[in-house]
């Protein structure tokens, strides 16, 4: 099961412009994408890019709800924000947005 520093982990390799974690992205199936500059991706899309897909998907999405991540990502000038909303979580397409 993936931990909240994975996913912050991620999202600073992102945020820095790091070359193989965007190769990475870039590599990865449709849920996860770089669009106009932003990373977007859906939870599912996460969990695979970090590699957390042996865990349970309502974990991580509890993980990703309850933990401070928004506000670590703010203290770095950024944030998750919904991208496309469907109506459902687990369908939502989120970006990184810079703030």
Excluded: W
């Excluded at 106009?36 to 990703?64: E, S, Y």
């Amino acid at each position: 099961m993936a931990d909240i520093e994975q996913v912050l982990g991620l999202f600073e390799a992102v945020l820095a412009g790091d070359a193989e974690t965007l190769r990475r992205i870039d590599s990865c199936p449709s849920e996860v994408s770089i669009c106009d500059g932003q990373f977007v991706f859906t939870l599912d899309g996460l969990r695979l890019l970090i590699d957390a897909n042996d865990g349970d998907a309502r974990l991580f999405r509890n993980l990703l709800y309850t933990s401070r991540l928004n506000a670590d990502l703010r203290a770095r000038g950024a944030e998750v924000a919904v991208f496309a909303g469907s109506g459902k979580v687990k369908s939502n397409r989120y970006y990184l947005k810079t703030t």
